[in-house]
């Protein structure tokens, strides 16, 4: 009998671009050192696993304004923004990858974020989708207070971004 790897906690972000290397590409831009990156290229999709007990809202906020950066200056055809969905659940170490509710979640969360309106309006240059239960824990601190709407179907929340900025709270 196969024995399981130990379940744990993590941060995934999920990544589809017309263009492949992107988060990876935004994790270097952004200092970003957290994740353990894995490359679906036929599904043109980028996962990115944080290790256990990283900041959150400081991890989600950095990368947001790191893609939005990274895709504003990326070239792409017209109409599709780069898509980034947020998760946090229980993954699984695999001999191929990583596993888990966790990563069917925030797949599911991009395939539901690719439907949501503005995702695919001219000027959109990146639509991230967060779900509720991580929206909740860190949207306070990452500024999230304005511009997300209810995804209510994929229980999440969702912005569409025009260009370079680092969509963080801005002092008052």
């Not at 993590?10 to 957290?34: H, Y």
């Not at 256990?52 to 990368?63: I, Q, R, S």
Request: with cysteine; hydrophobic share 45%; charged share 20%.
């Amino acid at each position: 009998m196969t024995q399981m790897s130990p379940g744990v906690r993590r941060l995934c972000v999920c990544v589809r671009a017309a263009r492949p290397g992107l988060l990876d590409r935004a994790c270097q831009e952004g200092g970003i050192r957290w994740l353990y990156l894995e490359h679906v290229p036929a599904q043109r999709l980028e996962l990115g696993f944080a290790a256990p007990g990283v900041d959150e809202a400081e991890l989600v906020t950095t990368l947001v304004a790191s893609l939005r950066a990274v895709a504003s200056g990326a070239a792409r055809p017209a109409g599709t923004a780069v898509l980034a969905a947020f998760h946090v659940g229980i993954t699984r170490v695999q001999d191929d990858g990583m596993s888990g509710v966790a990563v069917t979640r925030v797949r599911e969360l991009l395939a539901d974020l690719s439907r949501a309106p503005g995702s695919s309006q001219p000027g959109t240059v990146l639509a991230v989708g967060v779900s509720d239960t991580l929206f909740r824990d860190i949207g306070a601190e990452c500024g999230f207070a304005a511009g997300w709407a209810a995804l209510a179907p994929a229980q999440a929340w969702y912005r569409a971004y025009g260009g370079p900025g680092d969509g963080r709270k801005r002092p008052a």
